[in-house]
């Protein structure tokens, strides 16, 4: 089986997170059946951008690395105190254990900002949030990211995007590389995609 671990920082947008929920349950379901996805936060109730809260099933104190094949990161609300967990040493740290260990990180939006910070993305390519004058992208260079002005960027382990709309594909990119090309497709189609 094929877990992904599903980093939430306080803050962190509903639909962002809820795009791996169900792409990988889908599989799990009706797909190849292979994978799973567990949640993990600073403190067990985490609180969403538009205030919705979750229970998690560990804490950052909590998490082995080595139980996970991938590490999903949905983005979030700077008005929602989205950086004060998401650049947290802790949260830092699992980034680094997952790229250390070679293994799939999928981010969406600003969640690429986190992997700048933890030194993940130093001298590789990677995107984030595209509007507003750029201000997202420039901190991402500023992390010395090359950044891409493109909607997605893969860059070895490490999948980045752009905004919301991108969400989907990148689950779906994860699903992919967690198990293979033609299940992704068949998982897309039952989801009517």
Same mark, same amino acid.
């Given at each position: 089986?094929?877990?992904?671990?599903?980093?939430?920082?306080?803050?962190?947008?509903?639909?962002?997170?809820?795009? @791996?929920?169900?792409?990988?349950?889908?599989? $799990?379901?009706?797909?190849?059946?292979?994978?799973?996805?567990?949640?993990?936060?600073?403190?067990?109730?985490?609180?969403?951008?538009? #205030?919705?809260?979750?229970?998690?099933?560990?804490?950052?104190?909590?998490?082995?690395?080595?139980? $996970?094949? +991938?590490?999903?990161?949905?983005?979030? @609300?700077?008005?929602?105190?989205? $950086? #004060?967990?998401?650049?947290?040493?802790?949260?830092?740290?699992?980034?680094?254990?997952? #790229?250390?260990?070679?293994?799939?990180?999928?981010?969406?939006?600003?969640?690429?900002?986190?992997?700048?910070?933890?030194?993940?993305?130093?001298?590789?390519?990677? /995107?984030?949030?595209?509007?507003?004058?750029?201000?997202?992208?420039?901190?991402?260079?500023?992390?010395?990211?090359?950044?891409?002005?493109?909607?997605?960027?893969?860059?070895?382990?490490?999948? /980045?995007?752009?905004?919301?709309? /991108? +969400?989907?594909?990148?689950?779906?990119?994860?699903?992919?590389?967690? /198990?293979?090309?033609?299940?992704?497709?068949?998982?897309?189609?039952?989801?009517?995609?």
């Amino acid at each position: 089986m094929k877990k992904v671990l599903l980093l939430l920082a306080n803050g962190f947008e509903i639909f962002e997170a809820s795009v @791996f929920v169900d792409v990988i349950g889908w599989n $799990y379901i009706d797909g190849d059946k292979s994978t799973q996805l567990f949640t993990c936060g600073r403190t067990k109730e985490v609180n969403s951008t538009f #205030n919705q809260k979750i229970i998690v099933d560990c804490t950052f104190d909590e998490v082995n690395i080595d139980n $996970y094949d +991938a590490l999903a990161i949905p983005g979030g @609300f700077i008005e929602y105190d989205f $950086y #004060n967990d998401a650049y947290n040493e802790q949260f830092l740290e699992i980034i680094r254990e997952f #790229n250390k260990k070679g293994k799939i990180i999928a981010s969406i939006c600003v969640a690429a900002l986190p992997l700048g910070k933890s030194g993940v993305l130093k001298g590789r390519k990677g /995107t984030t949030y595209n509007k507003r004058s750029g201000i997202m992208q420039k901190q991402l260079k500023d992390f010395g990211v090359e950044v891409i002005n493109q909607p997605i960027v893969i860059d070895q382990n490490i999948i /980045t995007s752009w905004n919301p709309s /991108t +969400a989907m594909e990148v689950a779906f990119l994860l699903l992919e590389r967690l /198990t293979n090309k033609e299940n992704k497709e068949a998982v897309r189609e039952l989801m009517g995609y």
